[in-house]
Structures are given as C-alpha cells and as structure tokens.
C-alpha cells in the first residue's frame, strides 16, 4: 500500500501521560517516580554515583535533595530514565523467577554483542538513554514483547 509506514518493534513504549510537558504533571509524577527508582537500583546495589548517571549524570547535591525527598517536577528526560529502568526492572521480575538470578544476569560480564563482554548494568552506566533503551529492549525481546 502507497504510503503506508508499517510499525516496527524498534523501541519498547515508555509510558508516561500525554500531558508529560505540563509542569504538574511532571511534579505528580516526580515523588513515586524518584522512591521507585531509588529502590530499585540500591537493590541492584548501585552507588550513589551509578544512580545519578542513570539520571542523566544530575549534581551531587541535587542528587542528595532529591533521595531527601526534596524536588520539583522532574524533566521529561529525567522521568523517561526513571520510566525505562522501572521498564528493565519489571523484565527481569517477569523472565528470572528468582530476584538473584536476575541480579546476577545484570551484573554478570555478557558475550552478546551489544555487550561487548560488559555487563548489562555496566551497558546502562555508559550514561546515555540510548543505553537504557538497548537494555530494555534487549530483555522485551528476550520475553518476546514489544509493550
């Protein structure tokens, strides 16, 4: 058909509202976004440095006030960050039935080639989102879905 563009699979849906420029809705968003986050990865067992790279490399201090609770709304970026680890997380909740096991594929050295011998965790600490999302779309593959 002239002019039609199949949908490709070629990145998992980030889900976030809409609205997700309006600042209330980024604030709404923030608090539970920024707990989900932070307990998620110290389960990985993460440092404070790690952390803030998955955020998008944010400062120290603002880093420090945000796991005080202290925050405004967050950027869309920031959020899509939170969105694709809680994303990575949920994967490995659904394809590994222990937690350990789990935690063990993301910090074990893999042979695939989007790893180059490095961890997943470590693929997803190089800093950019592109990094998130070929982590999370590695896993969505793996288990076989798109969503």
Known sequence: MQGHQPHLPDSPR?????????P??????SGPGLRT?????????LSAKGQR???????ESTFHNWK???????????????SLVLGIHKALTLLFTEEETGQTWLHQPNGEAMFGGKSPLERMQAGSMDDLY???????AWRGSWN
């Open 134 to 140: 070929r982590v999370r779309r590695y896993l969505d």
């Open 24 to 29: 209330a809705t980024r604030r709404r968003l």
């Open 68 to 82: 005080a609770g202290k925050h405004g709304a967050l950027s869309y970026d920031q959020l899509e960050r939170i």
């Open 53 to 59: 790279i998955l955020l998008g490399s944010v400062a």
């Open 37 to 45: 986050f932070f307990t998620i990865t110290e389960k990985w067992g």
């Open 14 to 22: 980030v889900t976030l509202p809409a609205d997700r420029l309006d």
